[in-house]
């Protein structure tokens, strides 16, 4: 039995770091993301069969074998299908089984460098990238693996079996004795600030947990950004609804949309009338203000609503109009020569 696990192990480390000749027979590149959106390279599904299910004895032969030469614990049986990157950064997460960096060493490294992962202390880490400072050689370490605590990490053996194990204590071609990379997840980023803005002010918003090197998304050409201390003032040459993003290495990460609203004015303020002629029948001022308009106010003089009378009679209506962004009335006029049967507007 120590002689088959030997052999195994050098085939395992051997399809691990030699990349000389990258056949990908049966199996076919898929697409899979990192939390931040980003494709990650490299990355292969099995397309042929996997290995058969392992009976009774095999499972209690690698648990003796794996208890005997490296203190591990067997976690789950080999698999063609994924490997350790595939495992601890996708697989583990809730993803199908993938083999992530089939030709390279360096694919899973687009995980913390799109920012999704952050690095931390060991004792705050959840992933573990081996031998950190050799990536993309092809002599690398070239493993991954999920950190349950600081004695235990798990991870999958090449295609060989799922493994629960001591940090230092995996195959050699691994080189556990080198620099370590633990990360965590980032937190995702965040913006506050106001749902609404006026037309002839600005919004200021805040953001929380970008990466570095972040870039700003917006709605339209008609949107400015720009610092204000620690904030950002935004501003609108438009009224409607906008937005603005935050966005890392081609990604929309966070997304906030607001409503720019219009300020009312002379221009985009008017009066105009509704009647229905008849005995006791009234002509009926209308205001209209913009459709963005917000916490309008209308104080009408005399009235909106105006009596027919008879004889003829001309009536001025006047309509002092506020809002969200008017504090300072905004005054119409219009006139009414209103009579039975014969309401006439007198611009």
């Not at 090197?213 to 438009?238: L, M, R």
Request: with cysteine; charged share 15%; hydrophobic share 30%.
């Amino acid at each position: 039995m120590k002689k088959i696990f030997l052999i195994i192990s050098f085939v395992v480390c051997n399809y691990l770091f030699g990349f000389a000749q990258c056949n990908t027979t049966g199996y076919t590149l898929t697409n899979i993301k990192t939390p931040n959106g980003s494709t990650v390279p490299d990355t292969y599904i099995l397309t042929s069969s996997d290995f058969a299910t392992p009976n009774q004895g095999q499972i209690d032969g690698w648990i003796e074998e794996l208890q005997r030469d490296y203190a591990a614990t067997y976690m789950g049986p080999p698999s063609l299908a994924y490997n350790c990157h595939g495992y601890a950064w996708h697989v583990s997460e809730g993803g199908n089984k993938v083999w992530i960096g089939f030709c390279t060493t360096s694919a899973h490294s687009i995980y913390w460098t799109d920012g999704s992962y952050t690095a931390v202390s060991e004792s705050q880490a959840t992933k573990v990238a081996y031998d950190i400072e050799n990536i993309g050689k092809m002599n690398s370490g070239n493993h991954s693996a999920i950190r349950i605590n600081s004695s235990t990490y798990q991870s999958k053996w090449g295609y060989w079996y799922l493994v629960k194990h001591n940090p230092n204590c995996v195959p050699s071609g691994y080189k556990a004795d080198l620099t370590k990379g633990y990360y965590k997840r980032a937190t995702p980023p965040n913006i506050t600030g106001p749902t609404r803005f006026c037309l002839s002010s600005s919004g200021t918003y805040n953001i929380t947990d970008a990466p570095a090197g972040f870039e700003w998304g917006k709605s339209s050409s008609s949107i400015q950004i720009t610092p204000s201390g620690s904030s950002y003032k935004v501003t609108a040459t438009s009224a409607g609804a906008g937005w603005i993003s935050i966005n890392h290495a081609g990604n929309e990460l966070k997304r906030f949309n607001f409503t720019v609203e219009e300020d009312l004015t002379t221009s985009n303020v008017s009066l105009s009338y509704n009647t229905n002629s008849g005995p006791g029948s009234y002509v009926h001022i209308i205001a209209t203000v913009p459709a963005t308009a917000t916490n309008v106010t209308y104080q009408w003089d005399p009235d909106e609503w105006i009596e027919l009378p008879t004889p003829p009679t001309l009536v001025t209506v006047t309509c002092k109009v506020t809002s969200t962004c008017n504090s300072t009335p905004i005054s119409k006029s219009i006139k009414v020569r209103a009579c039975l049967g014969c309401p006439i507007y007198v611009p």
